[in-house]
Structures are given as structure tokens and as C-alpha cells.
């Protein structure tokens, strides 16, 4: 109790309000979510410190994942926090960011199973409609690691690979006959999946350059040592590239033809750092992006896990090379806001417009706008700071971004019908101002029999709507209309009196009425059971034999339960 009031105490100091209180000592949970009427999905509830409206009004894009997240997977929510899209069919994902194909935007992720280092999964893109576009996968025997899938102007993408390869380890006190992961990094050609560009980290960094300690690690191959942990990859408008070594403290820019143009920071920088170290100390970094005038922004971590330590704070950095004269300088850091450290993960954006500088911190569940001076400007949490250090809510990368979403279902309604209330939300779609409803007598009724009774201004991802009294024996649908006052779509055709989808619809595949259509399938399976039962008292059946009984009645329904 004294070591909690003791943690607790410089959280007391700085909250603003009682909310931020609860909140940030964990009261209301490790992972404090929204839950809505007519959709099935959680989002997160945000603890905001920090606020100002000058902060971009794109959208973010998370991916919180860890032990307190029950259900991963991607996430977008409005400048303010508030829920756009969530997805469950997908499952944890990665670096997921809006990228440009043939003048297209399209929602970008990694998918897969991770060990916690690196994973081996493909790489999705899905079109504003959040059907998945196109896919693209390493081919051969070796897999996509979760780390980076950056698209090009040129219709490639740039992912990172893993592959195990015999190395000899006698320089790190090893055997000679070792292993170790190999850092590669592959452009391929998005619509016919040939590898255009490959280098791996071995063809120039030998092993003893790297800090990440041994351990017993490298002795098997599948105890392999990772020496090197690419995690981004970048390529300039020349065709250079620039990847992030975590295990090397370098960025190294490669050239179109694959030789080693320079690297900064690790054992042999080729720069000379005119901010006395600190545009080149980085450690166990993530996140190395190139923008024009030959500036870098990079996520320091600062720090390997809770293992190993090696600065006061993670930063955004930005730092700008100079390669006439192979000088590096800071231009500017972006520190964490309390100063903390997160192990791992991280990115740093600088958004075009206003030049603010939007921070993801990865292991540690916050977010932060800033000024490009480095002025605080909006600090958000998605997980209390007391289990900061734990990682049980963490996002792999953070980006705001603009996204126009426009899903082909419909949106979803929960009707309560003796409330008089409707709940309507339209998971993914963007351009929603507001909601008319509409109603007519007859679940079939041609569309100009739909009289328009009322209009409601979308509040938030769900919006709730007052029905009038007397509806009985009319039909009610919602239509979500665009900031210009046009139709994007309508609900399903609801009976006004019973809140139930019409008849005809009832079997179809939608979240809202999975409650009402699952207790009485229930019922019809417990009335199975029961007659297995007396069954069973005639025929001495066993018992596993009437479970499975059971369980095969049930799974019958399932398929017709579950959402598309
Ligand atoms: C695109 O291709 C052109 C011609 O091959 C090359 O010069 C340019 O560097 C490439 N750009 C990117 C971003 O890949
Ligand atoms: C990096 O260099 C700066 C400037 O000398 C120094 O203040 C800072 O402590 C250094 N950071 C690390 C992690 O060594
Ligand atoms: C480009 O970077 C250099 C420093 O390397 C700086 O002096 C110069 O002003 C920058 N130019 C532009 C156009 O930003």
C-alpha cells in the first residue's frame, strides 16, 4: 500500500485533474476503453494531459497491442481521440501508416506472429473501402518482418527481413561455428513481387560492432544472436537508402548500387558532430526517416528494454548532415514529456503542413504533438504511466495522418425500443456529418415511401437518437449524410415497434443483432441437450459423447453468428 501511494505520489503532483488521477495510477484499469451500443468493438479511452488546438487534425493511426489489450489490432481515432475504425479481423498489427500507390491512398500494415523481437508475417494494403487491395510477401523461404513496409514513388515497397545465418562468433568469445540473425532489407515490386534491390548488414558490419550483449545466445540456429535489428528502411529521391541498425547505434546510407555511402553514429561514424555528441549518441534507436536537405528524424530509445540504459530520456531527433564537409548537427530533440524511457519501439513524424513534430513513444501507451521548436502542444496517454515500464499497452509505431474511409457495409444500428433510443456508428467512415432518419410502412417499401423525420449531427463514433413516439407499425432506416448534405448510405431497415432488423434480414450477417438471434438459437440448443439428456437416461450414452453432442449443435449456429 505504502509503495503504491509512493509511486503514486509523483503522479499527484502533476495531474491536472482527478480523471488524469485515476487514470494514470491505473484505477480504472491497465486498459481503459469506450464501449458502444451498436458496434462490438472497444476503443481505448485516452487520458489527455496536455491540450491545444493547434494540433494537427489528421488522423491517428494505432495499434495498441500487450497483455492488457484483449483483442489487438488497428486503430484509427480522430485528432481529438475520438473512434474511427477498429478491426478485429486482423488481429495484431504493425506500422501501419497512409501510403500513396499509383495515386491511390491506402491503409498500410504488417500481419503476423511476432517473438517478441522481430516476425514473419506479409505486408497489407487496404483501399478506402478497408478491403484488403493487395498483399506483398517476401517470396521464398524467408518471411516479412514487422518493422518496415515503406512504399515508394516507384510502386515498391521497402520492407526488413530476418534470416539466420552461420557466423563466426570467436571475436565475442563464442564458437567459431555460430549463428546469428542477419539484418536484410528488400525493395520489391508491388505488382509482380520480384525482388528489385537486396543488401543484408553482413556484407559490411562485422559482429564485435555490435553492443547488444551475447548472452548465451548464438551457439544453435535456433538460439541465433540478432547482432544487428534493422528497423526502418528509407530510400531518397536519388535512390539511396537509409537504414536503422538498433544493435550498432547507426544509420547507414547505402547507395542505388549497394555500397556503403557513410554512417552515422555507432563505433565508426563518418561524421564529425558539431553538437558535441549529441546529434550522433543515439542508442538502440527505431524509426530513421530521410527528409530533403539531407535531415534525418530518429526515435533514440535511449535504452535496450529495461536491460540496458544508456540515456536520461527517449527523444525525437532531427539532424542535419552536412555531406560536403561530413559534419552531423542536432537540430532539434524532442523529449519525452516526464522524462521516462521506452525499451523499444518508437516513431517520429514531422507533419508537412504546420512543421509540428508527432512523437509515438512504442513501449511506453502515450503520444505527443509538438511545436518544431519543441513546445508541448498535446500529450496523450493510452495506457496509465504507473505500468509505463511493463509495456501491457504499447503501439510498435504512432502516426497522424489524412484518411478518407468509406466502408461498402452498412452502418450499424442498435435500436432500443423501449428507450425510444437509436444508436447508429459507421465503423471506418470518415466523411459522416450527421444522420436522418427515416421511416415507412413496410419493411420493403420503395424509396419514395421513406419519409424523413428528423436529422441528427454525429456526436461521436456512435451517435444516439431520440425516436418519436408512435412509430409503432412503421419501419425505420438511418441515413448518414456528408458535411454537404449528401446521402453516403443507409442502415438496415429496422421494425420501429420491436427494435429487430425487418424480417426477411434476420439471418444476416451483422454484429447488432448477434444478443437477441444467439439466445434463442441458445435456447434451441439447451432444448437439444435436454432431450439428450432423457436420451441418455434411456440409452446410457456416455458423457463426453453428449458434450460433443452439444458442441456440435452449437457450432452449428456459429457460422451464422459471426460477423463478416
Ligand atoms: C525511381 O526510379 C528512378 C529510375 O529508375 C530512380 O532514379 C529513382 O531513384 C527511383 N525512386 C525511388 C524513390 O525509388
Ligand atoms: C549525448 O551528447 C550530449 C552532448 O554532449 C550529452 O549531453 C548527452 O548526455 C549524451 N547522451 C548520451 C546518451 O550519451
Ligand atoms: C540545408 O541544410 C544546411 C545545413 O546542412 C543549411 O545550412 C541550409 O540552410 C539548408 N537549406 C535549406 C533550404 O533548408
Not at 544493435?247 to 556503403?260: A, E, L, N, Q, R
Not at 517520429?348 to 512504442?362: K, N, R, Y
Not at 425487418?502 to 434463442?520: C, E, F, N, R, V
Request: aromatic share 14%; with cysteine; proline share 5%.
Amino acid at each position: 500500500m505504502l509503495l503504491v501511494l509512493l509511486l503514486a505520489l509523483p503522479l499527484i503532483a502533476r495531474c491536472e485533474s482527478w480523471y488524469n488521477f485515476w487514470y494514470d495510477t491505473g484505477v480504472l484499469g491497465s486498459y481503459p476503453t469506450n464501449t458502444y451500443e451498436s458496434f462490438d468493438l472497444e476503443a481505448p479511452r485516452l487520458n489527455v494531459l496536455q491540450w491545444d488546438e493547434r494540433c494537427d487534425h489528421d488522423y491517428i493511426l494505432l495499434t495498441p497491442r500487450g497483455h492488457a489489450v484483449p483483442a489487438p489490432g488497428p486503430l484509427i481515432l480522430d485528432y481529438t481521440g475520438e473512434l474511427i475504425w477498429a478491426e478485429g479481423r486482423f488481429g495484431e498489427v504493425m506500422d501501419m501508416k497512409v501510403q500513396q500507390y499509383k495515386g491511390e491512398d491506402y491503409l498500410t500494415f504488417w500481419r503476423g506472429t511476432d517473438d517478441g523481437t522481430h516476425g514473419r508475417g506479409i505486408y497489407y494494403m487496404l483501399d478506402s473501402s478497408y478491403e484488403v487491395a493487395y498483399t506483398v510477401e517476401v517470396p521464398g523461404d524467408l518471411d516479412g518482418d514487422l518493422h518496415e513496409f515503406k512504399l515508394t514513388d516507384n510502386g515498391t515497397a521497402l520492407v526488413t527481413v530476418y534470416e539466420i545465418i552461420p557466423a563466426d562468433l570467436s571475436l565475442l568469445g563464442k564458437s567459431r561455428d555460430g549463428w546469428i540473425y542477419d539484418g536484410l532489407f528488400m525493395e520489391i515490386d508491388i505488382e509482380t513481387g520480384d525482388v528489385v534491390f537486396e543488401w543484408r548488414a553482413s556484407s559490411f558490419y562485422p559482429v564485435e560492432e555490435t553492443y547488444a550483449p551475447i548472452g548465451d545466445k548464438g551457439t544453435e540456429k535456433d538460439k541465433a544472436f540478432d547482432y544487428f535489428h534493422i528497423n526502418s528502411v528509407d530510400k531518397d529521391t536519388e535512390g539511396n537508402y537509409y537504414i536503422s541498425s538498433r544493435y550498432m547505434h547507426t544509420v547507414t546510407c547505402i547507395s542505388p548500387s549497394g555500397d556503403v555511402r557513410w554512417v552515422l553514429g555507432g563505433k565508426r561514424s563518418s561524421f564529425k558532430d558539431l553538437s558535441g555528441g549529441a546529434a550522433s549518441n543515439f542508442s538502440w534507436q527505431h524509426h530513421v526517416k530521410w527528409y530533403p536537405n539531407n535531415t534525418l528524424t530518429i526515435f533514440d530509445n535511449g535504452a535496450q528494454d529495461r536491460s540496458i540504459i544508456t540515456a536520461e530520456y527517449s527523444r525525437g531527433m532531427i539532424v542535419s548532415l552536412d555531406l560536403d564537409h561530413m559534419t552531423a548537427t542536432l537540430v532539434r530533440e524532442y523529449r519525452s514529456p516526464q522524462g521516462f524511457i521506452s525499451g523499444s519501439q518508437g516513431s517520429v513524424q514531422i507533419m508537412p503542413d504546420s512543421g509540428h513534430v508527432f512523437v509515438g513513444w512504442g513501449h511506453t501507451s502515450a503520444y505527443t504533438e509538438f511545436t518544431s521548436d519543441g513546445q508541448i502542444l498535446c500529450d496523450v496517454h493510452f495506457g496509465p504511466s504507473m505500468f509505463f515500464n511493463f509495456g501491457w499497452v504499447k503501439s510498435y509505431r504512432t502516426f497522424k495522418s489524412p484518411w478518407v474511409g468509406m466502408p461498402n457495409y452498412p452502418p450499424d444500428v442498435e435500436i432500443d425500443a423501449d428507450m425510444g433510443t437509436a444508436f447508429v456508428s459507421w465503423n471506418g467512415a470518415t466523411e459522416v456529418a450527421g444522420w436522418i432518419t427515416q421511416i415507412a410502412p413496410s419493411p420493403h417499401a420503395a424509396e419514395e415511401e421513406y419519409d424523413s423525420i428528423g436529422y441528427t449531427t454525429k456526436e461521436s463514433f456512435e451517435t444516439s437518437i431520440e425516436l418519436p413516439e408512435d412509430l409503432d407499425g412503421y419501419y425505420i432506416r438511418l441515413a448518414a449524410v456528408d458535411i454537404d448534405g449528401e446521402i453516403l448510405g443507409y442502415s438496415r431497415v429496422f421494425d420501429a415497434k420491436t427494435g429487430h432488423i425487418a424480417s426477411g434480414t434476420l439471418l444476416a450477417p451483422i454484429t447488432q443483432d448477434i444478443t437477441s438471434l444467439q439466445q434463442s438459437l441458445l435456447s434451441v440448443c439447451l432444448f437439444a441437450a435436454i432431450l439428450i439428456i432423457l436420451w441418455k437416461a434411456r440409452h446410457q450414452l456416455p458423457l463426453s459423447k453428449m458434450i460433443s453432442c452439444f458442441q456440435s449443435c452449437l457450432s452449428r449456429f456459429d457460422y451464422q453468428l459471426l460477423p463478416k
